[in-house]
């Protein structure tokens, strides 16, 4: 059973940057598509950012082009994501999503094209 587990969320200002990492177990991270969604209080989950598994071709919502970067380290089992010039409306509860069904770039920022999921980190930043 493939399990993934997210690290590195926190309290930060405006303006400051985090590194979320997701931890991979029971499966192998370059056999996977691998996401990043977010969900803000009162709000619907929400696709930011993903990592195709051949190529590592990379997507991005347009609220975050620019100042997240995905990314996957095959040898330690990971991805992570690298967050820029953090704004208080990327406040959000972070989760980490994989799959291996995709065929389209849409089914990238679908959440029903991910079958694996995380429990979730908390990201706050502040004004």
């Known amino acids: 059973q493939v399990q993934l587990a997210e690290s590195g969320g926190g309290l930060v200002q405006a303006g400051d940057s985090l590194r979320l990492s997701c931890a991979v177990s029971?499966?192998?991270?370059?056999?996977?598509?691998m996401a990043w969604f977010r969900q803000a209080p009162g709000k619907e989950r929400e696709f930011v950012a993903a990592?195709?598994?051949?190529?590592?071709?990379?997507y991005y919502a347009d609220s975050v082009k620019g100042r997240f970067t995905i990314s996957r380290d095959n040898a330690k089992n990971t991805v992570s994501l690298q967050m820029n010039i953090l704004k208080p409306e990327d406040t959000a509860v972070y989760y980490c999503?994989?799959?291996?069904?995709?065929?389209?770039?849409?089914?990238?920022?679908?959440?029903?094209?991910?079958?694996?999921w995380g429990q979730g980190t908390q990201v706050t930043v502040s004004s």
């Open positions: 999503a994989s799959g291996n069904q995709f065929y389209t770039p849409n089914d990238y920022r679908a959440q029903e094209s991910y079958s694996y």
């Open positions: 029971g499966g192998t991270v370059s056999n996977f598509a």
């Open positions: 990592i195709s598994r051949t190529f590592s071709i990379t």
